[in-house]
């Protein structure tokens, strides 16, 4: 394994985490589970990602218990906060009122004292950014939450934050978690460049996008039973990725993988490594095998050549479009 800076901060986190959306407490069985997170751990694997939404808060529940009696000090856990997490009107988004229950509720789920990063997991337009911001200054200042990070911000929401926190002295945002891969680039063309230049770090989501760049979603044919596309949870996120045009040109990469003894999953994420801005790919897991495959990945390295085969490949298929990237606005 090896590791990264999150932004300009001294927190190191591993190139590869290990994250529990859709698996842990919904998914796969509790057991298997915990398999997943030994076999992080085994593989030198020591970020972890979360939210407070995942599975209804269970994913927290079972991450903490599969953790338990790991040294803290070790570990780099990350959660979230916005999305509903209960019946109440205030039991989403960025309020004082939510985000200071939030924490308190995953800090007690995950069994711990404070998480290493706390992100707004969504941009909300009906609470003032100073408010939120303000809050999770408190929470800095109370250790509670060592750093500040957002997931799915466009590049000027999180401009406004950097503005704000400079103004009034809270502490900055040090990481962004977007979704990027070989085939959903939406980043690349503003928030990238304004996170190079502001000492920010992405935390990418779904590198795999989804599992279609494993190969396993053949085009014409029905998805694997078993697969992220016949899931409940997965399947809305994955079905954009399933149209017959990408997984034809899904297919087309497996020569590129095999010719630098890679599977395509290893490809797949070492492909998002090597954009200098991410510091560390969020990979999932059913089985524990899924987590030993995907850490190979870690210090590959993708000459210019192959870089330029992938996107001849991949062509027009690819997503680069910065107004994907959105935030709902109401609050769910």
């Avoid at 079972?62 to 070790?74: I, Y």
């Avoid at 990350?78 to 205030?90: C, E, H, S």
């Avoid at 992100?119 to 408190?138: C, G, N, V």
């Avoid at 001849?312 to 298929?317: N, S, T, W």
Wanted: net charge negative; glycine share 8%; aromatic share 6%.
């Amino acid at each position: 394994m090896e590791f990264r800076h999150l932004g300009r901060s001294g927190l190191l986190v591993s190139e590869i985490s290990y994250g529990n959306w859709i698996t842990h407490g919904s998914q796969v069985e509790e057991d298997a589970a915990k398999q997943c997170v030994q076999a992080a751990l085994d593989e030198g694997i020591t970020t972890f990602d979360t939210a407070d939404v995942y599975a209804g808060t269970k994913a927290e529940e079972v991450l903490g218990r599969a953790l338990k009696g790991v040294r803290r000090e070790s570990l780099e856990i990350f959660t979230k906060v916005y999305w509903p997490t209960g019946p109440g009107r205030n039991d989403r988004g960025l309020s004082r009122k939510h985000v200071t229950e939030s924490i308190h509720g995953s800090l007690r789920r995950l069994q711990t004292d404070y998480v290493d990063l706390y992100q707004a997991h969504r941009f909300d337009y009906e609470t003032p950014l100073e408010e939120t911001l303000k809050t999770f200054d408190d929470l800095v200042r109370q250790g509670k939450v060592l750093y500040v990070g957002v997931s799915e911000w466009t590049a000027d929401q999180i401009a406004q934050a950097l503005k704000i926190a400079d103004e009034m002295g809270f502490d900055r945002i040090v990481s962004n978690q977007p979704q990027y891969s070989m085939l959903w680039r939406v980043i690349e063309g503003e928030i990238v460049p304004l996170s190079e230049k502001e000492g920010i770090s992405q935390i990418v989501w779904s590198p795999i996008a989804q599992g279609v760049l494993t190969g396993k979603y053949q085009p014409g044919q029905p998805p694997p039973a078993g697969s992220r596309a016949t899931s409940e949870a997965g399947a809305g996120f994955v079905s954009r990725f399933l149209e017959d045009e990408v997984l034809t040109r899904v297919q087309d990469l497996k020569p590129i993988a095999a010719d630098h003894g890679l599977t395509m999953a290893q490809l797949a994420v070492a492909w998002v490594l090597q954009n200098p801005n991410v510091a560390s790919a969020i990979v999932g897991a059913t089985r524990p095998e899924q987590v030993r495959d995907n850490v190979k990945a870690a210090g590959v390295k993708l000459d210019a050549d192959v870089l330029s085969r992938i996107d001849d490949v991949l062509g027009p298929i690819v997503e680069r479009d910065p107004a994907k990237t959105v935030s709902p606005e109401k609050r769910p």
